[in-house]
T-cell receptor
């Protein structure tokens, strides 16, 4: 079974600074997807960024980028120029690319605080 | 585009009572998921539907939890009887996912139902 580990329960960053959230995962599969989801307080979870395991190039979405190290099974999220609206819980998630069950396996999350 | 709708937003019940949650996925989404998110943890899949068929319910406590998706659209999740440890946020999500290799589709989440069992 796949597992996802987020070793940082909480992180804080100053507004306009850069922060990196860590995620490691365990799988025996070669084809899969990795995601970072953002869950603001009392609001719905939204997708921040995704990475296909077969792509070597790291995904980027505006101020959000990932560092995907397939051999190390590491998938960190970098948030540049942090904004107050980035404050939320961030979840790393894994999904198999093989048909049959496309469930997302989540880590425990990292609570990000952005200080003005 | 309307998102995933869930109701109610909040529910407080006593242990051993019954409760039901409702989810309306995004129009056209074949796959529907119910996740349980206990405070301080990441969401855990309870059940996944593809249209009106169950794909994965391996982590659903079937002695007390049940779910159905009539006509492949709306879904209800029921707990009967509830236990204190069922206190959690119940998230519904939907996607266009189909069983094709390397088909990458995004899951959209509702706002969830926060259940408190006292």
């Amino acid at each position: 079974a796949q597992t996802v580990t987020q070793s940082q329960p909480e992180m804080s960053v100053q507004e306009a600074e850069t922060v990196t959230l860590s995620c490691t995962y365990d799988t025996s599969e070669s084809d899969y997807y990795l995601f970072w989801y953002k869950q603001p307080p009392s609001r719905q979870m939204i997708l921040v960024i995704r990475q296909e395991a077969y792509k070597q190039q790291n995904a980027t979405e505006n101020r959000f980028s990932v560092n995907f190290q397939k051999a190390a099974k590491s998938f960190s999220l970098k948030i540049s120029d942090s904004q107050l609206g980035d404050a939320a819980m961030y979840f790393c998630a894994y999904r198999s690319a093989q048909g049959g069950s496309e469930k997302l396996v989540f880590g425990k999350g990292t609570k990000l605080t952005v200080n003005p | 585009e309307a998102g995933v709708a869930q109701s109610p937003r909040y529910k407080i019940i006593e242990k051993r009572q019954s409760v039901a949650f409702w989810c309306n996925p995004i129009s056209g989404h074949a796959t529907l998921y119910w996740y349980q998110q206990i405070l301080g943890q990441g969401p855990k899949l309870l059940i996944q539907f593809q249209n009106n068929g169950v794909v994965d319910d391996s982590q659903l406590p079937k002695d007390r939890f049940s779910a159905e998706r009539l006509k492949g659209v709306d879904s209800t999740l029921k707990i009967q009887p509830a236990k204190l440890e069922d206190s959690a946020v119940y998230l519904c999500a939907s996607s266009l996912a189909v069983f094709q290799r390397n088909m990458n589709t995004e899951a959209f989440f509702g706002q969830g139902t926060r259940l408190t069992v006292v």
